[in-house]
């Protein structure tokens, strides 16, 4: 099992830039590729960002390619989703989630085993 509690959310202008943290706590935090989801009201959960094990490769979504990083700190246990350019269709729940998937990284959610509780975001224009 491993808990995964996020932070970093808010009420933002548009063009602004935002870091989102999730921490993680129980089995080791190396052992699980990350990412990060999205879902924004009346939507389906949508893949935001993944990234290996151990850092060393990412893969985003077409539509934040470009102003969204994805990275993490396995000494903290932490993953991030920093945040840039922020538009109002960004507006969503975030969610980070670990999977125990064999490969590189995952876009998928079905490949995600575990999920945090979600921080909103807002971006007003």
């Known amino acids: 099992q491993v808990q995964l509690v996020e932070s970093g959310g808010g009420l933002v202008q548009a063009g602004v830039s935002l870091r989102l943290s999730c921490a993680a706590s129980?089995?080791?935090?190396?052992?699980?590729?990350m990412g990060w989801f999205r879902q924004a009201p009346g939507k389906e959960r949508e893949f935001v960002a993944t990234?290996?094990?151990?850092?060393?490769?990412?893969y985003y979504a077409d539509s934040v390619k470009g102003r969204f990083t994805i990275s993490r700190d396995n000494a903290k246990n932490t993953v991030y989703l920093q945040m840039r350019s922020l538009k109002p269709e960004d507006t969503a729940v975030y969610y980070c989630?670990?999977?125990?998937?064999?490969?590189?990284?995952?876009?998928?959610?079905?490949?995600?085993?575990?999920w945090g509780q979600g921080t909103q975001v807002t971006v007003s224009s």
């Open positions: 990234i290996s094990r151990n850092g060393g490769r990412t």
């Open positions: 989630a670990a999977s125990t998937y064999s490969g590189t990284y995952a876009s998928t959610h079905d490949y995600y085993n575990y």
């Open positions: 129980g089995r080791t935090f190396s052992n699980y590729v």
